[in-house]
């Protein structure tokens, strides 16, 4: 049988095939008192890697996580991503129902989420609804989750900055350190981030890797710094390599200590040790120093933020915060948060997944739509995807992941007050009317995707 992708294979795997789980088992334990009997067991699976993963992700449980740990090298993003949703907690409770107004969609988020029990969360029944507005169900869902963290990693909010060297990504802003007011969000953003990825909503934001490396409960090292700050890698490594005539000579003035600002813009001066600010840096403690910058920059002037975050975070899973994010690839959290935002979104595989209701694929309205389509960036691609589905990021599997195929229905309304394209974003329908021309339809479409985040109109 011919090998199949990702979890295409477990379409094809009966459930009488459970007992070939114990047997997979059994072989590795057998194979590990024999190194040459490992190996080849280790090509066999490498030869067929996606039926392993699939067995693995369709007849493991829970318990059998430290044994799939051990054999990481031969998991793929389905399996680590299916023991990570295992680890949500899964108790049953009522529907909570979430009601906001849009202008104040940040801070009733928060008050709203605050006053529910984990329990109420974790049922996976929300309802939220927008004031004034009669739209509801799976697509509000997503847009609420979307537009809460576009609103949370807000630039200027001082609560998380983007990386320095990547703008997709983000880590607690120092100026919100021992900040009580600002504090509670990080709680929220952790409940919220991990709500998020236990409803498989990509929201569009990416975790710094020294902010990933502290949730998966790991040190962070120099070496770990170049990932997220080139600039200050390179400062405190051109530091090491200096010979100590060179040190002497360059006459650096620095002290044990580092300057930040706080949440007023205020510039402090931290000391990184007792009497930080009287002990200069030498050659012989140069290292020391370099260490404690670190650990101060990265970890201690966002430890409180970072363990607010976390205890959001673990209310929301039945393991260890760390447990889970090493369940996971910092990739897969990438993938997971952001999707298939790597991959450009191809307008043909878009059409493939794409049905009219009262509309042929040969009228003037379909093809005019597709040329503009065709013509559009990728950005305003995802911005039509986003106004059409709730979806601004591709699952994974890309358009065949969607819970059911996209659709365009003809608009029967002849109201010309009422001329923009609607969309039902719970059943991913883009309803469109019969345009005068090309120019016209394209105008309407472009001024939808440009224009409906900020005032909601349009989704159903």
């Known amino acids: 049988m011919a090998e199949l992708d990702g979890f295409s294979f477990l379409e094809h795997m009966p459930a009488t095939w459970s007992p070939y789980f114990s047997h997979v088992q059994m072989l590795f334990a057998i194979s590990e008192s024999d190194q040459d009997v490992m190996e080849q067991t280790r090509e066999i699976v490498k030869v067929r890697l996606s039926a392993f993963c699939s067995l693995v992700a369709a007849f493991s449980s829970l318990q059998d996580r430290n044994w799939v740990f051990r054999q990481r090298d031969y998991t793929n993003f389905q399996v680590r991503h299916h023991f990570a949703s295992m680890m949500f907690r899964r108790e049953e409770s009522e ?142 490594l051109q530091i090491l390599q200096l010979s100590r005539e060179e040190f002497d000579k360059a006459d650096l003035g620095l002290t044990f200590s580092v300057e930040i600002e706080d949440n007023l813009k205020k510039k402090l001066e931290i000391p990184l040790c007792e009497q930080g600010t009287d002990l200069a840096v030498t050659y012989d403690n140069r290292e020391s120093y370099i260490n404690m910058r670190i650990e101060n920059r990265y970890v201690t002037l966002i430890k409180d933020q970072v363990s607010q975050f976390i205890q959001g975070f673990e209310e929301m899973i039945s393991v260890p915060h760390d447990v889970f994010f090493n369940t996971l690839n910092p990739e897969d959290i990438d993938c997971l948060l952001r999707g298939k935002e790597q991959i450009a979104i191809c307008v043909d595989e878009w059409k493939s997944h794409t049905a009219y209701v009262n509309f042929k694929e040969t009228d003037a309205t379909i093809k005019w739509f597709w040329q503009i389509v065709n013509e559009m960036d990728q950005e305003t691609r995802r911005k039509l995807l ?63 995707t440009e224009n409906w985040i900020s005032t909601g109109f349009g989704i159903a």
Request: hydrophobic content about 40%; charged content about 25%; glycine content about 4%.
């Open 95 to 236: 529907t909570l129902y979430i009601i906001l107004d849009r202008p104040n969609l940040l801070t009733e988020s928060l008050e709203q989420m605050a006053n529910a029990s984990p329990t109420s969360l974790l049922h996976g029944d929300l309802s939220v609804y927008f004031e004034e507005e009669t739209a509801v169900g799976e697509g509000v869902l997503r847009e609420w989750f979307y537009l809460v963290c576009e609103k949370l990693f807000e630039p200027g909010r001082k609560l998380f900055v983007h990386s320095t060297d990547d703008d997709r990504r983000f880590t607690p802003d120092t100026a919100s350190y021992h900040d009580e007011n600002l504090l509670k969000y990080f709680q929220f953003a952790g409940r919220f981030i991990a709500l998020a990825l236990k409803n498989d909503v990509q929201v569009g934001v990416l975790l710094d890797h020294v902010f990933y490396l502290q949730l998966a409960g790991k040190r962070v090292s120099l070496e770990d710094i170049r990932r997220t700050d080139e600039a200050e890698y390179n400062s405190c």
């Open 386 to 448: 986003f106004f059409w589905t709730a979806y601004k990021y591709l699952p994974m599997g890309g358009f065949k992941d969607f819970p059911e195929k996209l659709t365009i229905s003809r608009n029967f309304d002849h109201d010309r007050n009422r001329p923009l394209p609607m969309a039902q974003t719970c059943s991913s329908q883009l309803q469109l009317r019969v345009y005068s021309g090309f120019d016209v339809m394209k105008n309407q479409l472009i001024y939808v």
